[in-house]
């Protein structure tokens, strides 16, 4: 389509003239266009930062090249990879890399902060760097899998943009453990020296225990608010104004939307729909022709019967050059103009009020145009709503059970993950603005799958400490090893996120962007100062729905 607009601007006819097109496939193409100059620019942008944060965080100044090294070999794989499909979506596309580096930075983090530990003990690289792999397998791949299962929700979708997103996603967070668990370990061992000779001096690491212990200590104050927030959060986020239609190019700068606007300063606004009715049938025809000319919305009507009614010549007479532009071998075409420009209830009601008046004729027919298709859109995706979140909150938390083989605790995390998509989203409420429904579903899946993976990590290491310490000063030294981490990885999804919706110009990438960076945040600061209390808080219910629990018992435990 791309080459035969080419054709006709630069045909022999039109080439020196002032010209200007409009239509749907242009800001398809345009998209396309913007995306291939993004995506390098956004990259640019995220790395440096991304970076920054590793080194002001790491132990030693060599370990961000380790980390960069594992997730950048994922990345490409899962690039390269995506030729075993027959297409893959821009938006996909524009995204894919940042968020697959941001996702699975934890994996990288949380298996060399474990090799720090065992160095720290006294045991030689190599051993050190064997006893990391078996202490992190489970974690890691738990987190893993919690992530995959979000994206594996995205294909249940009929909107095939959610199975494109999900398989292309779901394959990086499996190269990325893969990359993590066989080439870091690698890459630990050879560069061992350096990452020795470049060790940091002193203490320069944030103490998260001491930020998050005035939470945890007033514990109960601490849930109540919770409470309240996350209750308001439910309840507003069901009162978000959606959109449904594809997505267009945001630059008014581009010459899609300046021919555009040239085309309506002369022609006014028109929106083609295409019906295709059986032939056969002249009567059902001229019917439905007067009530197409009596609707409001529709602005003009081109068809067969027009050029009847216009000419006075009966079809039969007429020449091949017109009758040939409506007739088919089986099938009548009309094409209809609407004067709806963008989407709007009153797009949705004209769309089903097309239906039922082509309805009243004919028991077979077609239509294609924006309003309809974009209303197919909305009804199919909402449909598609409350299946994808429920396949994923059931299957993230069957993961989490396998993880701990808890009954309470996939409950207690995923309420902690899944107040925090609330809060996400009632601020779209606040802010007043519509979104992207594919936006909505998609984050719906992706915050609860990627940043699972922060209260998995701190669960499990006071599981760890739970062992052998009482329940406070478990939480204690679970934030104190492992908080570093969660904030890390907030930190860098959110950076990546608010790159996407700040740097692109297609208003999708820009909208989820915006939301992965805002729930990124949202989650980590709920994983670090509400998750600590509730594990508090449920101690005993958790030790009592663990199978084969192995925990500390104190009496007089006090605060």
């Known amino acids: ?63 961000p090249v380790i980390i ?5 070999v994922a990345i490409l794989l899962n690039s390269g990879t995506n030729i075993i499909f027959n297409d893959v979506s821009y938006i996909t596309q524009s995204m894919a890399m940042a968020l697959q580096l941001a996702i699975s930075l934890d994996y990288s983090l949380f298996f060399i902060h474990r090799y720090y530990e065992e160095k720290a003990a006294g045991l030689p690289t190599v051993d050190a760097t064997v006893k990391s792999v078996k202490k992190t397998f489970g974690s890691i791949l738990g987190s893993a899998l919690t992530t995959i299962v979000g994206f594996v929700a995205l294909l249940f979708m009929q909107y095939r943009f959610g199975s494109d997103l999900g398989l292309v996603m779901g394959k990086g967070i499996i ?24 060790m940091k001096k002193g203490n320069r690491t944030i103490n998260i225990d001491k930020v998050a212990k005035v939470a945890y200590k007033n514990k109960y104050v601490t849930i109540i608010i919770f409470v309240v927030f996350a209750g308001v959060a439910l309840l507003f986020q069901n009162k978000i104004d959606f959109l449904y239609a594809n997505t267009e190019a945001t630059d008014d700068t581009s010459v ?32 439905l022709l007067q009530d197409m000319i009596a609707n409001e919305n529709i602005i003009s009507v081109n068809s067969i019967v027009t050029y009847e009614s216009f000419l006075g010549i009966p079809r039969q007479f007429l020449p091949e050059e017109i009758t040939g532009q409506f007739i088919g071998e089986n099938y009548t075409r009309v094409i209809i103009n609407t004067n709806i420009e963008k989407e709007s209830e009153e797009m949705y009601d004209f769309s089903y009020q097309l239906d039922e008046t082509i309805s009243n004729y004919y028991d077979e027919y077609y ?10 859109i909305k009804d199919i995706v909402t449909d598609d709503s409350l299946l994808v979140t429920l396949f994923s909150v059931i299957g993230v938390g069957l993961v989490i059970l396998f993880i701990f083989k808890s009954i309470s605790l996939p409950l207690i995390l995923l309420i902690v993950i899944q107040s925090a998509i609330w809060m996400n989203m009632s601020i779209v409420f606040f802010q007043g603005t519509s979104i992207i429904y594919i936006g909505y579903l998609v984050i719906q899946t992706l915050q609860l799958g990627a940043t699972i993976d922060y209260a998995v990590l701190l669960t499990s290491r006071y599981k760890e400490y739970r062992v052998t310490e009482n329940s406070n000063k478990a939480i204690s030294n679970a934030l104190r090893n492992s908080g570093i981490s969660v904030l890390i990885s907030s930190a860098v999804l959110a950076i990546a996120g608010y790159a996407e919706g700040l740097l692109s110009h297609i208003s999708a990438v820009k909208e989820i962007g915006i939301l992965i960076g805002r729930g990124a945040l949202l989650s980590g600061v709920l994983v670090i100062f509400v998750l600590p209390s509730l594990l508090i808080i449920f101690d005993k219910l958790v030790m009592k729905t663990t199978y084969k629990a192995n925990f500390y018992i104190e009496e007089n435990i006090s605060d």
């Open 1 to 63: 389509v791309e080459a035969a607009i080419e054709d006709i601007r630069e045909s022999n006819i039109l080439k020196d003239k002032k010209i200007s097109f409009r239509g749907e496939v242009l800001y398809n193409i345009d998209s396309r266009r913007i995306i291939d100059g993004e995506i390098e620019r956004i990259m640019l942008v995220i790395i440096p930062l991304i970076i920054i944060i590793l080194l002001i965080a790491a132990k030693s100044w060599f370990e």
């Open 68 to 72: 960069l090294l594992t997730l950048g």
């Open 175 to 198: 190269f990325s453990f893969l990359s993590t668990m066989l080439l870091m370990p690698i890459l630990i061992i050879i560069f061992a020296p350096l990452l020795d000779k470049t």
């Open 256 to 287: 899609v939307i300046q021919e555009e606007e040239s085309i309506k300063e002369v022609f006014g606004i028109s929106k083609p729909i295409v019906i295709m009715v059986p032939n056969g049938n002249v009567q059902a025809e001229g019917l």
């Open 367 to 376: 239509y294609l145009g924006i309003g309809t298709s974009t209303t197919e």
